[in-house]
């Protein structure tokens, strides 16, 4: 199996910064794309920023330019770092990766429990 566990999230007022982390473990031969998504109350699960592989960044246009995603592949961690937060940031953040478990399985996505972020003054 493979588990996600994602932390850093918290209270913090607008303009400020966070830094999310996520960590995948379990029987994992490689990992392709990783990325971070949000769910605010009683909205759909939206794409926050995604790293595909090569290493091209994808982002939702509504965090470009505060919100940057970057990757330790020696430590299967992918992070996200908000910068300039606004209310509408507010959301349950989830981490998302597709994983290879071995050369005989095909990749699946994994999703993790998510964090909460909380942006108010």
């Known amino acids: 199996q493979v588990q996600l566990v994602e932390s850093g999230g918290g209270l913090v007022q607008p303009g400020g910064s966070l830094r999310l982390s996520c960590v995948a473990s379990?029987?994992?031969?490689?990992?392709?794309?990783m990325g971070w998504y949000r769910q605010a109350p009683g909205k759909q699960r939206e794409l926050v920023a995604v790293?595909?592989?090569?290493?091209?960044?994808n982002y939702a246009d509504s965090v470009k330019g505060r919100f940057t995603i970057s990757r330790d592949n020696g430590q299967n961690t992918v992070y996200l770092q908000m910068n300039g937060l606004k209310p509408e940031d507010t959301a349950v953040y989830y981490c998302?990766?597709?994983?290879?478990?071995?050369?005989?399985?095909?990749?699946?996505?994994?999703w993790g429990r998510g964090t909460q972020v909380t942006v108010s003054s």
């Open positions: 790293l595909i592989t090569g290493g091209t960044a």
């Open positions: 379990g029987r994992i031969l490689s990992i392709g794309s």
């Open positions: 998302n990766a597709l994983v290879k478990a071995t050369f005989t399985t095909m990749s699946t996505y994994y």
